[in-house]
């Protein structure tokens, strides 16, 4: 199941990029070198400007979301039991800052991080030979902190896909499991404590300058601790399940501080037009 998610999205993300590094490359030969975050060529078409914008290359963002647990479980034809497990939906919020590099990046233009809490939820039914069903579910919600580097492929003025990697620290603060059954004798549960990779890919807006909002959805790709053979998964009575996060970013830059007066040859007039550049 995660091998088939991790090929799917990989394959989504290089025909994404292979679109947007066509459309970008036709307009650079016009346009000389139009980074996302560019400081040279048209500066004015960039994502980002540190020059024009009156936006400093720093600021904060907010994302609600929701979150969905897709369970699987391995593929036995010798038992005599059949396993259904199944997500619920959840709640994903989290605050934090971002930081521009000032100086133009060829794969990485930003980082960003922040602390949030997420609610996961799920529930295996087991089903005997006999028709006799029994169902166990859990519930927790998990404090986080996390750190992403992010790469800008650029569409448009307005438009341009956002993709990180980035690692995630949870710690449960409530919940955890219910219901649980011992008749199969392969349960598992997941610890308090997880460190998680993790991967996203978003749809990125530029309503105006200093202000960008970005759907983004959101998986681990390898638990490092607790350590199972690089599957990201949570563990679950005797299934496993995927996270998948679907948040919405909105981010703003901090304005600029006023710009000193500048003044004509002869001293005396400012020039407001060259402030505003």
């Known amino acids: 199941m995660i091998q088939k998610l ?42 980002y400007s540190h020059s024009r914008s009156h936006f400093r290359p720093f600021g904060w963002h907010f994302s609600p979301g929701i979150t969905y647990m897709v369970g699987y479980t391995k593929e036995d034809e010798d038992k005599n039991y059949d396993l259904k497990p199944l997500g619920t939906p959840g709640y994903y919020l989290e605050i934090g800052l971002e930081h521009v590099f000032k100086r133009r990046k060829k794969v990485f233009h930003y980082f960003d991080y922040s602390l949030g809490i997420k609610h996961f939820g799920g529930q295996e039914k087991l089903v005997l030979e006999d028709g006799t069903e029994t169902k166990s579910n ?67 807006i530029k309503p105006r300058d200093g202000f960008f909002i970005i759907p983004t959805l959101k998986t681990p790709i390898l638990t490092a601790w607790n350590w199972r053979n690089f599957n990201p998964s949570h563990r679950w009575f005797s299934s496993k399940y995927q996270p998948v996060i679907f948040s919405v970013k909105f981010a703003w830059l901090f304005v600029k501080r006023d710009c000193p007066a500048v003044y004509d040859e002869n001293g005396k007039k400012s020039s407001e037009s060259y402030q505003n550049m």
Do not use: C, M
């Open 6 to 47: 991790v090929i799917s999205l990989s394959i989504v993300f290089i025909t994404l990029n292979g679109v947007a590094q066509g459309g970008i490359s036709k307009r650079n030969k016009i346009r000389n070198d139009r980074s996302p975050f560019s400081t040279t060529g048209d500066r004015g078409q960039a994502i």
């Open 138 to 204: 859990f519930n927790f919600g998990a404090a986080f902190a996390r750190i992403d580097i992010h790469n800008v492929w650029q569409l448009s003025k307005w438009n341009f896909i956002d993709q990180s990697i980035g690692l995630n620290l949870d710690y449960s603060v409530y919940g955890g499991k219910e219901n649980t059954y011992t008749n199969l004798g392969t349960e598992d549960f997941q610890q308090s404590f997880l460190t998680q990779l993790h991967y996203s890919i978003g749809w990125g």
